[in-house]
């Protein structure tokens, strides 16, 4: 049925204070959801969870993938059905390209220019001197937040899990550049995008903002 659930799930880090307390929702196929709460809530604590970082004991309630509980599921086929976007993603010191492609062997550039068009990155890119050759980190250009949350995103695409966790991944981006990210994800959810990929479902976690300062 290619769902995720949380079943009355509880976790405390220290046996004392409580994390979550008694948390359940669905998380259909095909559709693409957001957390969002103050700093504190649990929203980080509930992808920790996800992909089993730290495990759920008996009476802490139950996390599924269709239908499985995720403790009878091998951390390595976690890791395939899993991609997670961190919030502040590390570059190698590579190309643009190496960086989106090292986590799915053999992939072919053409595969690249779509998971980055899928990132809004393509434009971009083209215009770096050397496009996917232009290299990053300590020996090449340096790139801002939003460009590397932008070639994480493409890097994760790429690789084509089937459930796909933004941790604040597109925290850095301008308003703007974060709508056409959204629509992009939902359009590769629902399988309406013209890349091959299909997603069954995005989680994103994203916190309540404080005002702006300059605003
Ligand atoms: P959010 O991601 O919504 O900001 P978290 O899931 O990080 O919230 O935190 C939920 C609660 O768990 C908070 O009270 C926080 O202090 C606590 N917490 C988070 N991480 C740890 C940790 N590694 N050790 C102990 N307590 C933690
Ligand atoms: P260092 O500069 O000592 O390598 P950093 O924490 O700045 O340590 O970076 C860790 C890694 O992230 C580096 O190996 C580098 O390749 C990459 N990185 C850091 N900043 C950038 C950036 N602006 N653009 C691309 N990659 C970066």
């Keep these: 049925n290619g769902e995720l659930e949380f079943d009355n799930v509880s976790f405390s880090y220290d046996g004392r204070t409580t994390a979550l307390d008694g948390v359940s929702f669905k998380v259909p196929k095909g559709s693409s959801v957001a ?58 010191n590579a190309s643009i390209g190496y960086n989106i492609g090292y986590g799915k062997f053999g992939a072919s550039q053409d595969e690249i220019v779509a998971a980055a068009k899928a990132a809004q990155i393509h434009d971009r890119i083209l215009s770096f001197p050397d496009g996917y ?7 090449g250009i340096r790139l801002s937040g939003g460009e590397k949350q932008r070639v994480a995103i493409a890097r994760t695409l790429l690789k084509d899990p089937p459930i796909l966790l933004l941790d604040e991944a597109t925290s850095a981006l301008d308003t703007s550049t974060e709508k056409d990210i959204q629509k992009a994800l939902q359009n590769l959810v629902q399988g309406r995008s013209s890349l091959s990929i299909a997603h069954r479902l995005s989680v994103s976690v994203t916190p309540i903002r404080s005002p702006c300062k300059l605003c």
């Design 35 to 92: 957390l969002v709460g103050e700093s504190g809530a649990g929203k980080s604590t509930i992808l920790r969870l996800l992909y089993r970082f730290y495990d759920l004991k008996e009476g802490e309630g139950r996390i599924l993938i269709d239908g499985q509980d995720i403790r009878d599921v091998t951390q390595a086929s976690l890791r395939k059905a899993i991609g997670v976007v961190p919030q502040d993603p590390v570059l190698f």
């Design 133 to 139: 050759d232009t290299r990053v980190g300590e020996r």
